[in-house]
Structures are given as structure tokens and as C-alpha cells.
């Protein structure tokens, strides 16, 4: 078995790993109506609950009725839950295992390239609030995850560029030898080749990986993982234009920006972030003007007092957390 050091994340086929690592006598599945279409085969041997499609199903609606269902299905302490889909499916089913009877055991199947490099590992799960993104959550680790890469197959193209956007992310943080070979290959040949791509995910799974093990409450080193996502989450709240994916990497270029001007990042490294998003087709724009942003970031939720951590990298495979008051941040990006 293939699994990643340090961790309980496999890299393989779900048909050899799941036999071996599924032990429970009683299994209910939590999946969408996209993965349910996509992988029958997968889903229909199990008992299973379906959820809505978006980031709005991640909402107390979709937990009462999980909670219901898993009741009127007898669901007992002992029901091991199985989370098959992805980061909205996989944040759900953390929450409710965790929290359905004080807690049963879970496990996850991502099945999109964003949920297997990042959603589905490090065991931050939750809902969103008022239009703020996972405002009530748990720290919870699953049991397993098997990240194989066969499942991406029908993942549509922008879906799995959404992907490469936060494996990009995780070799800009911690691995240049990524990033040099997410430069010498393609999008083709990633989306052709199985194998080629299972070590880049395995790659960029051990950048999160080991951060999220010296810091799994985020109480410091983890705030590093949200490189590109100070501006990449208003870009979300602001515009419907990008994904996920596409806003964090639109996030990271801006910050690279930012750190070439303040000679932070030397000028061919901030070209080589920028050169790589664009030969992954991750548009480097912003799809609103950073005023707009601004204001976004100013009504965050999540910020500490009158300060945030933006994450900036200063060279490729390193980055450094700076606590910026809003208007050191307003200052540093009206400049750019
Ligand atoms: N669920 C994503 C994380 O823990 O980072």
C-alpha cells in the first residue's frame, strides 16, 4: 500500500485499497448527484445519502437533513460514514461524523483533484454562515483517505485545473523541484497520464502533509497553506467568475506581484509564477478591481482585530507570514 509517510492518505486504485482499509460491518456513503452519475459502480454497492451540488450546499440545511436521514437509516455509533466526492462532500462528512452521535468513524474517496491535494487532508472540516466561508467547523482527522487518480478521469478540464492551481500553491510554499516539474510538463500530459500525476499529487500532499503534522490547529506554521487565499476567497465572495482554484492561483500572482515590488522576491522568480500559471491556462487577472477586494478583505470574518497573515513568497519553495495591519495591506496593494 502506498501510503503517504506521516499520514493515513493512500495513493492508489479505490478497488485494491478499500477492501483492506474498510473493516466496519456497516458503511453509509456521503456523496453529490455529480459523483453518484459519474461513478455508479462506486457508490451503489453502499447504502447512501446524496447532497446537493455547490459550495451553498456546505450549509446547516444540508447537516439537518444528513443528520435525518442517518437517523431514520438506524444509523448507530458503530456505522462507519464514507465521504466520496469532493471538498464540499468531504468538509460535510467530516462534520457529520464528527458530530452525529458525539462521533463515529469516517473516512474519504476525493474524487476531484482540488479535494485529493487539499480539501479532503488535514482535517479541517465545516459549513458556511451568512455567505462566509467555513465559519463553524471541527478539527478532525479521518480514518483514511485514498487519493486515486483513475477517479479524475471524468473530472471536467476546468475542474482539474482548479486542482493544479493548489498544487502550484503547495510547490511555491515548500518544494522547488515540483514547481520545475509542473514547468517541464502540461496540462495534457497530467490529465493523460495516471502515474506522472499520481507523483505530483503525492508531492504536493507531502508539502501539506508535513505542515499540517507540526501544526494541525493552525495556531501558526499551517497559515502558510493559505498562500494566494487572503485575496483568492474575496475574490470569491465578490465576483461568480472564478473557482476555487482559479481565484487562490489569481491570489498567489497578485501577492508575487506585491513581493517583487518590495524586492521580497527576486523578478525571475515572481516571472516564473506567473509563467506557470499561465502555462496551466490560471488566468493571473483579477476579475474585479482590488478596491473591491479590499473592501472584502476588510469584512473578513476571520481576521484578527485590525490585522491579518498575508502569506508572501519570497523565493520558489519558500514563503513568510506577514501580519499586516488592513492598512498596511490597503497600502501595500494600492501601491502594486
Ligand atoms: N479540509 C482541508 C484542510 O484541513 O486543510
Redesign the pocket.
Known amino acids: 500500500m502506498n501510503r503517504v509517510e506521516g499520514s493515513s492518505v493512500y495513493i492508489g486504485r479505490v478497488a485494491e485499497l478499500l477492501p483492506q482499509l474498510l473493516t466496519a460491518r456497516r458503511v453509509i456513503v456521503i456523496t453529490d448527484s455529480n459523483v453518484d452519475r459519474c461513478h455508479p459502480s462506486l457508490i451503489s454497492s453502499y447504502e447512501h445519502i446524496v447532497i446537493g451540488l455547490g459550495e451553498q450546499a456546505k450549509s446547516f440545511a444540508t447537516l439537518e437533513r444528513v443528520y435525518t436521514q442517518l437517523m431514520d437509516m438506524y444509523a448507530d455509533r458503530s456505522t462507519f460514514i464514507l465521504g466520496i466526492g469532493g471538498?464540499v462532500v468531504?468538509?460535510i462528512t467530516?462534520f457529520v461524523a464528527t458530530t452525529y452521535m458525539r462521533g463515529v468513524d469516517f473516512g474519504f474517496i476525493p474524487t476531484t483533484l482540488l479535494s485529493q491535494v487539499?480539501?479532503?487532508?488535514?482535517?479541517?472540516?465545516?459549513v458556511n454562515v451568512g455567505g462566509y466561508k467555513n465559519m463553524v467547523g471541527t478539527?478532525s482527522q479521518p480514518q483514511f483517505v485514498i487519493c486515486d487518480t483513475t477517479l479524475l478521469s471524468t473530472l471536467p478540464d476546468r475542474e482539474f485545473r482548479a486542482g493544479i492551481a493548489e498544487i502550484i500553491k503547495a510547490a511555491i510554499i515548500a518544494d522547488s523541484s515540483l514547481f520545475a516539474q509542473l514547468e517541464s510538463t502540461d496540462f495534457t500530459q497530467l490529465r493523460s497520464n495516471t502515474s506522472l500525476l499520481a507523483s505530483v499529487v503525492e508531492a504536493a500532499l507531502k508539502v501539506?502533509i508535513a505542515i499540517?503534522s507540526a501544526d494541525e490547529r493552525e495556531k501558526g506554521l499551517?497559515r502558510v497553506?493559505n498562500l494566494g487565499h487572503t485575496i483568492g476567497h474575496a475574490i470569491e465572495k465578490s465576483s461568480r467568475v472564478y473557482n476555487h482554484g482559479e481565484a487562490v492561483a489569481a491570489g498567489i500572482c497578485c501577492v508575487a506581484d506585491v513581493a517583487e515590488k518590495k524586492a521580497q522576491l527576486a523578478a525571475q522568480d515572481a516571472e516564473r509564477i506567473r509563467a506557470l500559471c499561465a502555462h496551466y491556462d490560471l488566468n493571473s487577472q483579477l476579475p474585479v478591481p482590488i478596491t473591491q477586494l479590499l473592501k472584502a478583505i476588510r469584512t473578513d470574518k476571520k481576521r484578527e482585530g485590525d490585522s491579518l497573515h498575508l502569506i508572501v513568497p519570497i523565493a520558489i519553495g519558500e514563503v513568510r507570514d506577514e501580519r499586516l495591519t488592513f492598512s498596511e495591506v490597503e497600502q501595500l496593494f494600492a501601491e502594486n
Open positions: 471538498g468531504t468538509d467530516g487539499d480539501a479532503s487532508v488535514g482535517g479541517k472540516n465545516g478539527f501539506k499540517v499551517r497553506l
